[in-house]
Each structure stands twice: as structure tokens, then as C-alpha cells.
Antibody, heavy 119, light 106 residues
């Protein structure tokens, strides 16, 4: 059974930094791309960033230059370093396993970790 | 970026009803569309792949159709557990984008 467990969220002041972690199990981690998707309170889903099994990464324009995704295949973990936090980054951040065949979708999700940014 | 527009934004229905949610893409995406179900306080659940293929374990009352720019998610006979939010997502090109969601309420 695929399991994804996020951690690292919390309350931080605008301009601060956080590092989110996602521990994965139940599948061959290095073979799959992984993503972070966020959801602001009461709002819809927003894709944030993705990283291929080999480490190539891509970002939404809204976070480019402030967020850095990385992974450690030896630890079955994916990370999201969030710098220069803004109030509008307040959201639940979900880690998601990607199924990439003719494009990538999210076939398993963690329970999410809440990032709250105060002004 | 490809924009996805869902309609309606919210929908009131009753157990046993047939409901249809639509998702329109701002440009053609072939069949590169998925549907997710999200219940309050929970992570999204992957329902339908490639516009019309049900994931394992998804009840057959769910169906998806469409290609190009217009897509639909249909629930043939609503059950109480189906009341949730539904999102479409395109994977034709980056950035990956979602529709704004449809809240299905009793």
C-alpha cells in the first residue's frame, strides 16, 4: 500500500522559511516523479512543483525562485524548501505520487501539512 | 497555461439523482484529463484517468467522457458518500492545472 506522510508545516512570519518533508513507502520510490500540490483555506487545488525520479524539477510560476523541490531516493523522501514566505502561501501542502504516461497525474496523496504565514 | 473551467461551481442534489459536472479546457488537450474527489479535511482521491478510465475500486456509477476541450463527469445514482468536491486536472502540458472545483451538496 502506498503511503505518503508529510511533515514540517507550521506557523511562520512573512519572509521566513520552512522545509517540508514527505516520507514515502509502498512503492519503488526512485521510479516515480513526485509533486507538491497546495490548497489555500476554502479554495481549490494548485500544483506547486514536481521532481522526476532522476531529479529534474519544474515549478509553478507563482513559486519559481522561492521554492526548491528535492528528493533523496536513499531515504524515500521528497522535500520542499520554501523561502521568502508570503501570506498568500498559507495552505495545506500535499505530497503526491505521480503517474506519468503521456503526461503526469497524481495517483496517491498524503494527508497534507498546514503552512500558515502571518503578516 | 491551460485553463480549466468547471461548471457548476456548486450543485445541490439528492440521493439517487443523476448528476453531471463539466470541465472545459482553454485549448485542446486530447484526453489528458483526470477527475478527483475530495471530502472535507481529506486528501483528493484519484477517480478517473485519461478522461474516461475508472481507477481500480471506483464504483461504476462514476463515468467520464470527452476529448479535446469539453469533458464531463457523471454520477449515475448519487449515494450519500458521493457528496464531496470534484476537481478536473489536465496533464497535457506544464504547468499542470486544475479546475476550480465543483461542490456537490445534499
Amino acid at each position: 500500500e502506498v503511503q505518503l506522510l508529510e511533515s514540517g508545516g507550521g506557523l511562520v512570519q512573512a519572509g521566513g522559511s520552512l522545509r517540508l518533508s514527505c516520507a514515502a513507502s509502498g512503492f519503488t520510490f526512485s521510479s516515480y516523479a513526485m509533486s507538491w500540490v497546495r490548497q489555500a483555506p476554502g479554495k481549490g487545488l494548485e500544483w506547486v512543483s514536481a521532481i522526476a525520479g532522476g531529479g529534474g524539477s519544474t515549478y509553478a510560476d507563482s513559486v519559481k525562485g522561492r521554492f526548491t523541490i528535492s528528493r533523496d531516493n536513499s531515504r524515500n523522501a521528497v522535500y520542499l524548501q520554501i523561502d521568502s514566505l508570503r501570506v498568500e502561501d498559507t495552505a495545506i501542502y500535499f505530497c503526491a505520487k505521480m503517474r506519468c504516461l503521456g503526461g503526469c497525474r497524481f495517483d496517491a496523496w498524503g494527508q497534507g501539512t498546514l503552512v500558515a504565514v502571518s503578516s | 497555461a491551460i485553463q480549466l473551467t468547471q461548471s457548476p461551481s456548486s450543485l445541490s442534489a439528492s440521493v439517487g439523482d443523476r448528476v453531471t459536472i463539466t470541465c472545459r479546457a482553454s485549448q485542446g488537450i486530447n484526453s489528458a484529463l483526470t477527475w478527483y474527489q475530495q471530502k472535507p479535511g481529506k486528501a483528493p482521491k484519484f477517480l478517473i484517468n485519461d478522461a474516461s478510465n475508472l481507477e481500480n475500486g471506483v464504483p461504476p456509477r462514476f463515468s467520464g467522457s470527452g476529448s479535446g476541450t469539453d469533458f464531463t463527469l457523471t454520477i449515475s445514482s448519487l449515494q450519500s458518500e458521493d457528496f464531496a468536491a470534484y476537481y478536473c486536472q489536465q496533464y497535457s502540458s506544464y504547468p499542470i492545472t486544475f479546475g476550480q472545483g465543483t461542490r456537490l451538496e445534499i
